[in-house]
């Protein structure tokens, strides 16, 4: 790992200065897939408005700063470690209770256990309360970004971006839409489906300062009909939001997909011709494609998302890493729940390195993608992802004794504590989640009677 040097003094106006908090701690954050940059006795400096206004070593701010620090607020973390806040870019929130319940293929899974609870999400209370456990949840393991599907059901999508404000999240939000080869009761008109849709994108699209966001979703190709994808390519152009939805996870889907589509060449064909590849395209798993159709990909900007604890639950098989870092396409993680097992990223990061067999994905970039790098593939690098000046004040404060007791954060470098987060880190490690510089108060979301874990 090449550990880079700070060369300029942080720059600082000593006149015109506003209120501002700063958190002193050890701090590591990504600059690169390969590199990491490093302050032993950090300082984080957060203005008012929750924007980073500096991050660098502490006694250097302080000389810099010294005099003026009667107007600034400075909150002891030492003994801890500041990283930015975690990046999930693909999963399902009424999923959350059926993680681990075991299924031979996707397709069977799908039928015996998704469908079903997809289709009791329609009852908005189930809905609520699922909502608050498992924004609780991304808040317990570190995550500040995620990308979220619901289901079919346009009011309970209401309900979730309601809790989703409260929680202070930041999130792309969308509601399923499905409208041919569906089961019974999730299967939708096409037009309602767009005009829900439509709604909830003018509701809530840039809402709250921007932290609340809606993705168009189809739920895949085939689910939904030719027509309808023409349509949410035109939706998106018009209002900016993004397209989420899953290519190519199995090889029995792309058999359905030959069937269904037979006058398009490939998988991607469907989605390219109906105007729905772009920069603020993001496509789950990508796993059987060909070398063309990841051309077409890396034309476009189109993100992909790698879901390698899925892929592993499902025996999906593997998203080629290589191929696509070779074809210059921008990816990040996503957990899928519920196929995925674990709400934490960090599970993730493991399983994104043992999934390969040939390949070893380092600490160091696994972090940068559950972080920076899934920023990039949420086109949100310019305000999160790092500790660059400007961007957003999302972090967490992290406690690698959590892990074990005996490791005393003095003896440890950087990269052997990303080594420790990756392969054995969980939930437990977080001991506080901030977004927009405040922190997040998992208690605020009022859940009656039940103590809710980060598992
Ligand atoms: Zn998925």
Partial sequence: MKKIRRKTKIKYSPI?????????????????PLQVEEFKDGALVVDAGGKIVACGDYA????????????????????????????DCHLHLPQLDLRGKHGATLLDWLKKYIFPAETAFANQRLAEDLSKRFFKKLILN?????????????????????????????????????DMY??????????????????????????SGGRLMYAFTPRFAPTC????????????????AYIQTHIAETKAENERVKELFPDYKDYTEIYEENDCLGPKTILGHAIYLTDDELR???KTKTKLVHCPTSNF?????????????????????????????????FTTMRHADYVQPHLAVSPVKAFYLATLGGAKALSL???VGNFKAGKAADFCTVDISAIDPRYKLGELSADEILSLLMYRGNGSVIKETYVNGQRLDVDGLKIKGEKISFI
């Fill in 381 to 383: 690098d310019s305000s």
């Fill in 313 to 345: 639950f499902l025996k999906s098989g593997r998203m080629p890493v290589e191929l696509i870092e070779e074809h210059g396409i921008t990816y990040g993680l996503g957990t899928d729940v519920g196929a995925g097992t674990s709400m934490s990223l």
């Fill in 182 to 207: 569906s089961p019974a009761g999730l299967q939708e008109n096409t037009h309602n489906s767009l005009k829900e849709s439509e709604a909830l994108c003018s509701k809530w699209h840039g809402s």
């Fill in 60 to 87: 250097r701010y302080q000389k810099a700063n010294g005099v003026k620090y009667d107007q600034a607020k400075l909150v002891d973390k030492r003994g801890g470690i500041i990283i930015p806040g975690l990046i």
């Fill in 296 to 298: 077409r990909l890396a």
């Fill in 16 to 32: 015109h200065k506003p209120k501002v908090t700063i958190y002193r701690s050890r701090i590591i954050h990504p600059v690169s």
């Fill in 225 to 240: 009909s030719e027509e309808m994808w023409l349509e949410v390519g035109k939706l998106a152009r018009e209002s900016g």
């Fill in 142 to 178: 570190g995550t500040t970004t995620a990308a979220i599907y619901t289901t079919i059901h346009a009011k309970s999508t209401d309900h979730v971006f309601k809790i989703a404000k409260a929680s202070g999240v930041r999130v792309i939000i969308g509601k399923v839409m499905m």
